[in-house]
Each structure stands twice: as C-alpha cells, then as structure tokens.
C-alpha cells in the first residue's frame, strides 16, 4: 500500500458536507480493517486522554495499577498494547506511516509458538509446556496471511490482500456507509440530500496519510459525518 492514498469527494460547498467519497480498493481495505483492531491498540493510537466516553479511563487506570495487583505472570503491556496478529498487512500500514516492521510500532506483532517436536499445537506464550510431549514451546512459527497462501493460486495481480476487489470505484458515504458505485447510486444519493435544498456541488481531492488515517480512526468512534469532520474541519480533531 502507498504511503498515501488518493480520495474524490463529492462536497456541499455551502454547508461544507461530505456527500460522498468515490475510493479504491486501497481506501476500503482501510476502513474496513479498523474493525479488526483490538479496543486497547485503538486506545492507544489515537490517545487514552482525548477519548470520549468511559473507555479512555478505563485504559488510563490499567496504565496507573501497580503490578503487586496483578496475579504472577500477568503483564499490563497485554492490555495496554496488545498484539494484532498480522500488523505488516498493506490495510493497516497507513496507521504506521507505511512502513513495515518498524520496532515502535502502535501495533505490535502477534506471536505463536510452538515446541521443538512441532507438534499440532501453538500458543501466544512464550515457554508454555506443550499438552501433548510437555516440551518448552519457545520455538516462533509463522502465521501466514490467506492473502499470502492465495498468491500462488492464480490470485488476481494485486487483489491478494485486503478485503475487497480491485478494479472497482465503491461509493463511501459520510458516515463510512461502503457500496460499489454506480450512477444511479450516486444520483439517488445526490437527490436525497438535494431535496428543498439549494446545493453548491464541487469535487475535492484529498491525500489520505497516517494522519488523516488516525483521524478517521477517532472520528469514528464518536461521528456521523466523519468525512467531512476529517476532510473539511466542521469539527476540531
């Protein structure tokens, strides 16, 4: 995935709103891969201080507990930071500036393990005694993405990550509603916000980059109108 991607909105300059978005695959994949992110990796991407509602507090008092509270073995980084189990995926690069494995990344890797006799078992604890031989399971396996075993398959070029097709425009509303556009979608759409309104339609090209990625992240999670909070600042970020 570039480190930008390229968006067309459909805008009513008059009330500054977001109409529509026409997207790529690439915007897609995007938004949709946000619902794969665990609550405490979102929390700590967008920062617990300015999060609206309870769960902000939530993550700082996990943060502020001493560690003679948790049981033995138990590690606040397992709440505060926890591991997606494939980071690297194109989707969810534009969260991390585009760049793959980079040590400080917001999104830490997810790990299996497994024993030196490679039985049929795997677990997220380093060193946990494997059920069926009892050895240490220290050693790391790799998870391979569908996207990745579908490569060699035949796969389409370039439709072997993410979610959706490529190839096809989809139509991303105001409030991250995703269609395949068409004419008649757009118009309908179109119409339905024209109705006793006198509009002044223009076209806008906007880059999307790790921060108007994190802003449409935080947007989300408290915003009907998030395209036109991120895009033409109807709200402060």
Do not use: W
């Not at 008092?61 to 948790?70: E, G, P, Q, R, W």
């Not at 926890?82 to 830490?108: I, N, R, T």
């Not at 998870?143 to 490569?151: D, E, M, Q, T």
């Not at 190839?167 to 006793?196: C, H, K, Q, W």
């Amino acid at each position: 995935m570039a480190s930008k991607i390229s968006l067309r909105l459909l805008v009513d300059a008059k009330t500054k709103k977001v109409l529509f978005a026409e997207a790529g695959k690439e915007f897609v994949d995007f938004v949709f891969s946000l619902l794969t992110l665990p609550i405490g990796a979102v929390v700590k991407l967008i920062s617990a201080g300015t999060m609206h509602g309870s769960i902000g507090r939530l993550y700082q008092s996990v943060d502020h507990i001493a560690a003679s509270y948790l049981l033995p073995g138990k590690d606040k980084s397992d709440l505060l930071q926890p591991k997606v189990l494939h980071p690297d995926a194109p989707e969810l690069l534009l969260l991390q500036g585009g760049k793959a494995g980079d040590g400080a990344s917001p999104l830490p890797k997810f790990k299996l393990y497994t024993c030196a006799g490679y039985c049929a078992t795997a677990t997220v604890e380093a060193k946990a005694a494997c059920p069926q031989c009892r050895q240490a399971m220290a050693t790391e396996v790799a998870f391979v993405l569908p996207s990745a075993a579908g490569a060699g398959q035949g796969g389409a070029a370039g439709e072997s990550g993410g979610y959706v097709k490529g190839l096809v425009t989809y139509m991303v509303t105001d409030g991250l509603e995703v269609t395949p556009m068409s004419a008649i979608s757009s118009i309908t759409l179109i119409n339905r916000f024209s109705v006793g309104k006198d509009m002044e339609l223009a076209e806008k090209l906007v880059s999307v980059g790790m921060d108007e990625g994190l802003a449409l992240l935080k947007a989300a999670l408290r915003s009907d109108t998030v395209l036109s909070d991120v895009f033409l600042a109807r709200k402060k970020q």
